[in-house]
């Protein structure tokens, strides 16, 4: 057996468990199989490692990309730069992370970006919103965070602004707000400033279609959701497993 999983809280709704069953049914891999590990603390990770058999890698998702760094092996030189972990390989020598989240988000952002974003937001400070500043800062694209809190490095949602929505035409959404089954919140800025300069990302994927896009959308936006980047980057993680 080849046993595969994603570990993170409260994730039935997870793309992870689905895509991978599809992909061993399509190549023919019976011995193969992912299931979801839905922790209540990333205490129980060791419980994981320890006590599941036959395991050969693992996909993490919220609450515990940054969390779980602590209790592995060893981190590749890119996540270790990043700051977060969404894949994990399994050795007879120990746990080595990695981040596949930037090779799926650049992939999937670049075929809408235009020549005018040059300037972001990124909503959202988890582990997610990591890999987003290190893809834009390889593309050279300025960002500044928005969180519910303040702090010396980051924007409140009560800060932002016309000017800042207007020059900031490249916002993303890296937070869990509006995910199923919470389907009608959106991050708390001011639509009214969006216009069809602007290029709105949200990380979700369930809904297709947030509250963040629609309403973007409805302004003249460009949008896109997170599916082509799960995909990208869990094609890369198979990869990481494989290689």
């Given amino acids: 057996m080849h046993k595969f999983g994603l570990v993170g809280k409260n994730i039935e709704y997870s793309f992870s468990r689905g895509y991978f069953k599809k992909k061993f049914e399509t190549l023919k891999l019976t011995n193969y199989s992912y299931v979801n590990f839905d922790l209540d603390t990333?205490?129980?990770?060791?419980?994981?490692?320890?006590?599941?058999?036959?395991?050969?890698?693992?996909?993490?998702?919220?609450?515990?990309?940054?969390?779980?760094?602590?209790?592995?092996?060893?981190?590749?030189?890119?996540?270790?730069?990043?700051?977060?972990?969404?894949?994990?390989?399994?050795?007879?020598?120990?746990?080595?992370?990695?981040?596949?989240?930037?090779?799926?988000?650049?992939?999937?952002?670049?075929?809408?970006?235009?020549?005018?974003?040059?300037?972001?937001?990124?909503?959202?400070?988890?582990?997610?919103?990591?890999?987003?500043?290190?893809?834009?800062?390889?593309?050279?694209?300025?960002?500044?965070?928005?969180?519910?809190?303040?702090?010396?490095?980051?924007?409140?949602?009560?800060?932002?602004?016309?000017?800042?929505?207007?020059?900031?035409t490249l916002i993303i959404n890296s937070s869990p707000v509006g995910t199923h089954p919470k389907i009608n919140d959106k991050p708390d800025i001011p639509y009214q400033y969006i216009t069809s300069n602007h290029y709105l990302f949200d990380l979700i994927y369930n809904p297709e279609k947030t509250a963040f896009l629609k309403t973007g959308e409805k302004q003249g936006a460009v949008i896109c959701n997170g599916s082509q980047m799960l995909m990208h980057q869990a094609e890369k993680a198979w990869k990481i497993w494989n290689s």
């Fill in 42 to 168: 990333i205490n129980e990770f060791k419980e994981i490692i320890g006590g599941t058999k036959n395991l050969v890698g693992l996909n993490v998702t919220i609450p515990y990309k940054e969390a779980v760094i602590p209790h592995l092996s060893k981190l590749d030189s890119e996540a270790e730069k990043i700051g977060a972990v969404n894949t994990i390989k399994v050795t007879k020598n120990g746990t080595i992370g990695y981040n596949t989240d930037a090779y799926g988000f650049q992939k999937s952002l670049e075929p809408l970006l235009k020549k005018h974003h040059t300037k972001a937001l990124i909503l959202g400070t988890g582990g997610a919103s990591k890999a987003i500043a290190y893809v834009l800062d390889q593309l050279e694209i300025e960002y500044v965070f928005v969180s519910r809190k303040k702090t010396e490095n980051n924007l409140t949602y009560s800060d932002l602004t016309k000017q800042i929505i207007t020059e900031r």
